[in-house]
């Protein structure tokens, strides 16, 4: 887990390149939302599929070049997991209408990012923030990959992308709470040796 530090609510380290490549990918959301509302066309779904493609690239570069450029700040790690959070939660959601998702798997996937978003709330207010697991990035991985399958409006293929999309999903359910159940014991072991007097 990493301490934050007043220092790290520095103007400075707001508007970074890859922090700002995060606030882009917020930004993304309600464009998303917009072109998944009910009335939409295989012309919209494209264009949520392809603003979706762009907001995840967003994703991947972030943290390379904030390692690259060696500018990894605390509020990085921090406000990278909650746009990966609300984007997840936006397209979810709006597929509910179209669908391809089923509410129960959607209320599946958002629940568990709330109760993440939450214990990591909690750790702030202890002053660290819980650092995204490797297990918890192939969660990541594994709905982005079902959320490219399932948007792209094809019509001769699109029972088979629908079908892959919803596995990928699943998968990502495993591992989601699989990782919030590393996550409560990674905090669990931390607030425990704080507490510990030192000697």
């Known amino acids: 887990m990493l301490v934050l530090r007043r220092s790290d609510l520095s103007r400075q380290n707001f508007i970074t390149l890859p922090n700002f ?17 009910q009335p939409s066309s295989d012309f919209s779904m494209n264009l949520a599929f392809l603003v979706y493609v ?6 991947l570069f972030d943290g390379f070049l904030a ?5 990894v700040t605390s509020i990085g790690r921090l406000l990278d ?14 597929l509910i209408p179209h669908g391809k998702v089923s509410a129960w798997l959607a209320w599946l996937i958002v629940g568990r990012e709330i109760i993440i978003t939450g214990l990591r709330v909690i750790a702030v207010g202890q002053g660290y923030i819980i650092n995204a697991s ?10 982005s990959l079902g959320f490219i399958f399932l948007l792209p409006a094809i019509p001769h293929i699109q029972h088979s992308l629908d079908v892959i999309g919803i596995v990928f999903l699943w998968i990502s359910v495993f591992l989601g709470y699989y990782s919030a159940f590393d996550y409560f014991t990674n905090f669990y072991k931390e607030a425990k040796r704080r507490e510990q007097p030192i000697e």
Not at 54 to 59: M, Q
């Open 21 to 37: 490549l995060t606030y882009l990918r917020m930004a993304s959301i309600p464009v998303i939302v917009a072109l998944l509302m």
């Open 54 to 59: 762009l907001a995840s690239l967003t994703d």
């Open 67 to 71: 390692r690259r450029r060696n500018t």
């Open 81 to 94: 997991p909650l746009a990966d959070k609300l984007l997840t939660a936006a397209v979810l959601i709006m």
């Open 134 to 143: 490797r297990m918890g990035k192939n969660k990541m991985l594994s709905q």
